[in-house]
């Protein structure tokens, strides 16, 4: 009998048992309910969001821009490659064991939702970030902050200090006491699980700040310990205050955990095919329903014109399967 962190493993695995004695791992219990269950809820919530007059209607006060032929060309490219990724996660439910591509779907789920994120932002500012980092911090600014976003994309905390991470997951929870630890079955309990993650994301963020602030030579310098003075607190905070999370962030964070951290959970261990087949169909629908709100946000930006000759060329000349059908989605307001 073995005890890791308060729970009894009886006939604990020979791998498992390394990692614990060698690594500050999680709990394989808690690190594949987070993996799902956050999933599982998102998956629930886009379910009825996403329909075409759906998000024809979110977007239907969005201006034409000016046409920008690098930057339009940019935001063509970018939905090719999120659709590309997409139908390559959608033949992976043709897979009778899905623990053999679980990490695989992952990744393509994540490079959906990044390539449609760049889209959107080729086509609302002309941007063009090079890194995962600056295009979320540039998604902030361009996208969130403009409401552009259907729920549950549009979730995000701005000010990463603990009283505003708590005060504004609190006001979003509005008494809801669901978590990651419970697989949704609802709405309410999607939302639980989805708030609870964006509240994991923030304080991991800030974690992950106010270990840079006490690399900083400033903090250094000074000979602060830790942050329970007045100017060591002001020192963090000047560097919390500006920052946020958004789903970008989330996102960035869920493949590294999934596919890094807590990676061994899902392909060793307990037999979870069943949940894992769920899990295969919540990602596709997750990021099929990002994917699909890329496009009718180009659609509405960028010229008419041009979405008319893009849809027809993709159809005509893609050597993958079109996720979704270009020519349903129209640019007229």
């Known amino acids: 009998m073995f005890i890791v962190n308060q729970i009894t493993i009886k006939d604990i695995m020979w791998l498992l048992n390394r990692l614990f004695a060698h690594n500050n791992q999680p709990t394989p219990r808690f690190a594949f309910q987070g993996t799902v269950n956050w999933m599982r809820g998102l998956a629930i919530i886009c379910e009825n969001n996403f329909s075409h007059n759906n998000l024809h209607h979110l977007y239907q006060y969005v201006n034409k821009r000016r046409k920008n032929e690098a930057s339009d060309t940019l935001a063509f ?3 090719i490659m999120s659709m590309h990724n997409l139908d390559a996660l959608n033949k992976m439910d043709i897979i009778d064991n899905p623990y053999s591509i679980v990490r695989s779907a992952i990744i393509a789920w994540y490079y959906t939702i990044y390539y449609a994120s760049k889209a959107m932002l080729a086509a609302s500012s002309g941007s063009n970030p090079q890194t995962h980092t600056a ?30 991470i708590t005060k504004t997951v609190d006001a979003l929870r509005n008494g809801n006491k669901y978590d990651l630890n419970t697989s ?33 030579s400033e903090y250094k310098k000074c000979g602060y310990e830790n942050f329970r003075s007045s100017k060591a607190k002001r020192l963090r905070d000047a560097r919390l205050e500006p920052a946020h999370v958004n789903f970008l962030n989330q996102a960035f964070r869920y493949r590294g ?33 990002f994917s699909l709100m890329a496009a009718h946000y180009l659609s509405m930006r960028l010229s008419d014109e041009d979405w008319r000759a893009f849809s027809a060329d993709a159809n005509k000349y893609v050597k993958f399967s079109l996720p979704y059908n270009l020519h349903e989605i129209s640019g007229q307001s």
């Open 135 to 164: 295009t979320a911090k540039i998604w902030q600014i361009d996208i969130v902050c403009r409401m552009l976003l259907q729920t549950p994309f549009d979730f995000s905390i701005s000010n990463l200090t603990q009283p505003n």
């Open 77 to 79: 490219e970018s939905i």
């Open 257 to 289: 955990k999934a596919n890094y951290r807590d990676a061994i959970y899902l392909s060793y261990g307990d037999n979870r095919t069943d949940e894992l087949h769920q899990f295969i169909t919540d990602l596709q629908s997750v990021s099929g329903a």
């Open 184 to 216: 949704p079955t609802n709405e309410e309990m999607a939302f639980g699980s989805i708030y609870s993650y964006l509240k994991g994301t923030a304080e991991y963020e800030k974690w992950r700040i106010e270990e840079s602030v006490k690399g900083s």
